[in-house]
DNA sequence: ACGTTCGAGTCAATCGTTTGACCGATCGAG
DNA sequence: CTCGATCGGTCAAACGATTGACTCGAACGT
């Protein structure tokens, strides 16, 4: 049963109509004009074949691939799970597809050499910096392209969360609990999601009239979280609660915390950004502040899809940003 | 600077030659002859006209995509990133890009129409059961196919990982550890793995001369994994060490063994499949199989890039199969 | 000296769709 | 009755790369 392919012209013939007229019947072309028994023939004639178009044909004529690409660091990462979710669920809602693909081995310029020319109809860049001037080179390859979440210098084209208001959420709700020594445990200096945060809890601070407490920086990791905690709780006058810039370094944090003898929520209070699932399995479940990150995928893809090649872009995206209180924030012990 | 596009004939214009030559050199055609200097003046203004050969026009020409696809359950599950890592280097490395899917929203028919006729080279299917007749759907399409990881009824193309062994390592190591009543928290029993992972449990009870403890199934979530827990605690002798298909069902057995008043592993050991980032934050960190899934992702290209229609495949894919052995499991309490 | 092979490329058909231009009836208006 | 519209389509030129067939001269063998 296993037919050869079918094209257009089969499709035309068995309705003894010219492929112009399948083509439009197709695409639903709003200029043609035909009986309505003509438009049934040929209908018929495509399910009896089981007629698709051919995406190679149609891309090489029409110079559009209803495809977009998205290219993240890592998916073992939850946060770009829930990224790329978003997206695909737009790019589907326009009938496109979208082809995910990873920092894994080789870097953005290779990824972008076997996608090719004319595959794709846009770029998202998730969590990547840019490494060598990769941004001038898409330029360059004129498909529009976007950054997502995060931004680099001089880079006009971005669309990020507000992960300012996510850390003063944070904050305030470590405040409203009690807490006046209120540390910081900030993401990797380089990372433009872990400035903006940091950003966001010294405003914070501010506002609620409190001292920075200590601020100390560490990678995306959980060892790097643990290595950080202990630097934090071995001041003068430790804080008695943390706000980490990531959950990775806050499963660190927490193990940070245990090592030194303390206990959570009684002795130190933590929070963190982004409310991955893996959250409520920590021991105590942690606190979290979510953030629409599904939203953030969708937004790109839309956006993509009517960027112009010079059109610039520094959105960021408002949503809901709110905070999930588990186990692992408490009021001050007395 | 952003030119409109390059084509061959642009570059054969710029070399004086033609663009069968051209061509030839791109694609290092062995039966082209040529003067090194001619291949030289060509090579030149592919650089310096930055020329990247067009995929649609390609692989109208060849019928050849350059692109596999692969189609999973929910970006979010870390197994199934896994899977993607493995894939997408081996496509890599043939040259050829991954277009992972999942089922979000529409299945997996809405999303081989949305894939269109021609874009792939062939479909990797991971945790999907045969519904509704899709693979006959997919022979007809003609294109290769294979379900990864599960397997359905009736169809002799996948290539799975050996979950029998696995179960039958992690049963081994309970009963060197001294347990002797060993339950079985298995998965749904419509899932192929969980089903695999029972039978293994069963033979290494055998083996081990003990009889088999009490069964439940559970589908693969934390919630169930907490019922299923609650019920084999409650019978008359229960059981000190269990077997847990799946690391979610995992999460929820401790919470469940933690509910009934008693302590990880000092009254039950459990021991999950699938050795997941995750599992060493759990409290206690979890003792898992570790299996090659990344190797199972690999290995689903390369079988796809050679295979002929109507081969048919039913592999168990052999690799390093280890116990990771973290804190919750140890010996029975005396 | 003449047929043959070889080196170095050239020619042009083809892949399956799309789309602007065109065309022959039929119909209504003047 | 004739001039335009309108209806219901048809025609054919792209899109860019691939590839089997072919050509044109020079060198070679005998």
């Known amino acids: 049963m296993k037919r050869s392919r079918v094209t257009l012209a089969d499709v035309a013939a068995m309705a003894r109509v010219d492929r112009a007229v399948v083509s439009r019947v197709v695409n639903k072309d709003p200029t043609l004009n035909i009986r309505q028994e003509t438009r049934e023939r040929v209908l018929a ?14 891309s ?5 691939a209803h495809m977009f690409g998205l290219f993240i660091p890592d998916f073992a990462n939850p946060v770009y799970a829930e990224i790329i979710k978003g997206a695909e669920a737009e790019a589907a809602s326009q009938g496109c597809v979208l082809v995910t693909g990873s920092a894994i081995g080789a870097g953005l310029g290779e990824y972008m050499d076997r996608i090719g020319q004319g595959r794709i109809d846009g770029m998202l860049l998730a969590g990547a910096g840019d490494e060598s001037g990769l941004t001038a080179q898409l330029d360059q390859s004129a498909i529009p392209w976007l950054m997502l979440n995060n931004r680099s210098r001089g880079v006009k084209r971005y669309v990020i969360l507000d992960d300012q208001q996510a850390a003063a959420i944070a904050v305030e709700h470590l405040v409203r609990l009690g807490h006046r020594r209120i540390a910081h445990l900030a993401g990797p200096s380089r990372a433009d999601t872990a400035a903006r945060r940091s950003a966001g809890y ?3 601070m501010r506002d609620a009239g409190l001292p920075e407490g200590p601020i100390v920086a560490a990678d ?10 202990s630097r934090l709780l071995t001041g003068p006058e430790p804080p008695t609660a943390v706000f980490v810039a990531n959950v990775a370094s806050a499963i660190g944090a927490m193990e940070g915390v245990r090592g ?21 399995f920590l021991h105590p479940p942690l606190t979290t502040v979510r953030m629409p ?10 956006l993509l899809a009517s960027l112009k090649p010079d059109d610039t872009v520094a959105e960021v995206l408002s ?6 209180q588990r186990h692992s924030t408490a009021p001050p012990a007395r």
Chains 1, 2 share one sequence.
């Open 45 to 58: 004639a495509i399910d009896e074949l089981g007629y698709r178009p051919n995406v190679a044909a149609r």
């Open 60 to 64: 090489l004529r029409t110079s559009r």
């Open 202 to 204: 010294s405003a914070a």
């Open 220 to 229: 995306y990791t959980p060892a790097g979280g643990a290595a950080a905690m």
């Open 260 to 280: 030194a003898g303390l206990e959570i929520p009684r002795d130190v209070s933590i929070v963190a950004v982004h409310d991955l699932e893996l959250a409520s």
């Open 293 to 302: 990150l599904a939203a953030l995928g969708r937004r790109g893809v839309t």
């Open 319 to 324: 949503g809901p940003i709110e905070l999930i």
